[in-house]
């Protein structure tokens, strides 16, 4: 590239980041001036073509039309390149033994059901029943009783309630702590699944020889009073996908062991399951307090 060439566009990056200079929320333009810093170097570094251009345009536009109040393709989007949990993490720093956050997901619903402590969330949902069980406190190791605890899972086939036309609530659910921040219910164990990919963002991945599966996971959201509301997961040890999840949501503290009983084995809370097995999972939980 000549020296000319390169200080035509660089006058081009300079004007439009100027641009910006007036924009009166400080915290807005921070932003603006950086996103347009960084998108004028990708483009410059990888000689972006009009061609290329346009086709990145077509394929926004057709995730904005994939997105509707049922699915939400762009949080798809930014699950597969890593945005997501970059997010995340940057707004989660480690603190102590606080319990690690991972994405949060398309498939979250306000108004879950309550269920008792001990309650099934299951809601009829096909799959192996599990018992979750554990215990919440802070930092400081002082529990923390009435605690919200939003669950929510795919089913065995793979499928949330909500991709389903029926209107179904099934495999989601809350429940809050005990005066010892201890909790318990039923759920089902979970399974590998594809994220939705008959769309735009699963094109991207066909084309770029990338799965669509996320491994094996149960959705927490934890909140209480004066601490740091959680959002993470916890997956399966010994779940080949473990390494390759597609949206990158796998840390190496969530992964939990899923215990195997056989049929006939009793119960935690004396439930009667006849002759189906069951699996049981105990995850601790740990809140960092809020501004930590």
Do not use: C
């Not at 394929?59 to 039309?65: K, S």
């Not at 049981?280 to 809020?290: C, E, G, K, N, S």
């Amino acid at each position: 590239m000549s020296t000319d060439q390169w200080d035509r566009e660089q006058q081009l990056v300079e004007r439009v980041v100027a641009s910006f200079d007036g924009t009166p929320d400080p915290r807005l333009r921070e932003l603006m001036r950086a996103l347009t810093r960084h998108l004028h170097d990708f483009i410059r570094e990888v000689r972006l073509t009009e061609a290329e251009w346009q086709r990145a345009i077509a394929f926004l536009t057709a995730t904005g039309h994939a997105t509707d109040d049922r699915r939400q393709e762009f949080i798809l989007l930014s699950d597969v390149l890593g945005a997501s949990m970059q997010t995340v993490t940057v707004n989660n720093e480690a603190d102590g033994n606080a319990t690690e956050a991972t994405v949060f997901g398309p498939f979250f619903v306000e108004d879950s059901p309550e269920i008792p402590l001990g309650g099934d969330l299951g809601g009829g949902a096909p799959g192996r029943p599990l018992w979750v069980e554990g215990v919440v406190t802070d930092t400081g190791g002082d529990p923390v009783p009435g605690a919200r605890i939003e669950v929510w899972e795919a089913d065995d086939d793979g499928f949330y309630d909500v991709q389903y036309d029926d209107d179904r609530t099934a495999a989601r659910g809350h429940l809050h702590t005990g005066p010892d921040g201890s909790y318990r219910f039923w759920a089902i164990v979970p399974t590998p699944y594809p994220i939705p990919h008959d769309g735009p963002v699963g094109g991207m991945l066909a084309a770029t020889g990338r799965s669509p599966m996320r491994a094996s996971h149960l959705h927490f959201m934890v909140a209480a009073t004066g601490l740091r509301t959680l959002v993470t997961h916890i997956f399966v040890r010994g779940d080949e996908l473990l390494d390759r999840d597609s949206v990158f949501g796998v840390r190496d503290s969530l992964v939990k062991d899923f215990e195997p009983e056989p049929a006939g084995t009793p119960t935690p809370d004396g439930r009667d399951l006849g002759d189906r097995p069951w699996s049981r999972v105990r995850f601790d939980i740990v809140l960092a307090r809020r501004g930590e």
